[in-house]
């Protein structure tokens, strides 16, 4: 099933099933593609993790194609992206995740009614922030995730900084909303045990002194995680703008970063 196919019915607490949902394609400047997907955790309370294997599997090339293990509730928009080469053509990509005994399957494919501009909202000219985990480091726009790897101990909060920037812009000729314009949410993507944020959604701090014409709204947001249990863990952050997630349904403009955390036991 694709995003505009997500199954109805009535919303129950526990024991439902998980749905992947295909946002769409892109094309990338190399002449490869990227498909962007992101998932529906039917249940309303129930987070669940199903690691990489035959209950969470991408194929062919799989079963790991970069799906995340820790499915939160609800819809959750463009978690996470696969390239595939120019010469992809036809071919199809499968993702089945098998969940309270409920096996959904979701077909990946370049058909073209599914291509998407996540880079530009048209006709709005809004673009997506801008992340960076280091002030003076590399940047990103878009889907594709940023990454850094980091190393952490079991139970002692490890710090996670992001500087973000963004155009500030709304649809054309309308005022700004009241809230904030560009907002910051931390979540788990994988790992063995828990992760507690100490907010998973940081206020981004604005820096006026730092603004520019065409990114009014610069600032940074620090939040803190601390893990349960020894092993390898994938964090992911999304910075939204105004358009919010999903991007009121026009798939731009938000922006994904990838935490990769080796953490240790305590020694």
Excluded at 194 to 207: I, M, R, T, W, Y
Excluded at 208 to 222: I, L, M
Aim: hydrophobic share 35%; net charge neutral; with cysteine.
């Amino acid at each position: 099933m694709k995003a505009q196919d997500l199954p109805r019915g009535p919303v129950h607490d526990s024991g439902d099933s998980i749905t992947g949902a295909y946002e769409g394609w892109f094309q990338n400047p190399d002449g490869t593609y990227t498909m962007l997907v992101g998932y529906f955790n039917r249940n309303r309370v129930e987070v669940l993790d199903i690691p990489v294997g035959p209950n969470n599997r991408i194929d062919p090339g799989g079963p790991d194609h970069g799906q995340p293990t820790h499915f939160l509730t609800r819809r959750q928009w463009g978690m996470f992206t696969i390239n595939v080469p120019k010469d992809f053509g036809d071919k199809k990509l499968i993702w089945t995740i098998v969940a309270n005994g409920k096996t959904t399957v979701l077909p990946l494919d370049l058909n073209p009614l599914w291509e998407i501009m996540p880079f530009s909202e048209v006709g709005m000219g809004n673009t997506p922030p801008v992340l960076q985990f280091d002030e003076n480091g590399p940047s990103v726009q878009g889907p594709r995730p940023i990454t850094k790897s980091l190393t952490a101990t079991m139970g002692t909060p490890l710090l996670l900084p992001v500087w973000v920037a963004d155009d500030a812009k709304t649809f054309p000729g309308a005022k700004p909303p009241n809230s904030p314009p560009i907002t910051v949410t931390w979540t788990k993507f994988r790992g063995p045990g828990s992760v507690k944020f100490a907010n998973d959604k940081p206020a981004v701090e604005l820096d006026k002194s730092k603004a520019t014409p065409e990114r009014p709204a610069v600032g940074k947001a620090t939040t803190t995680a601390t893990f349960g249990e020894p092993g390898d863990y994938t964090l992911l952050v999304v910075i939204n703008d105004w358009s919010g997630e999903g991007g009121r349904g026009f798939l731009c403009c938000w922006t994904n970063g990838q935490v990769q955390v080796k953490v240790q036991a305590p020694r």
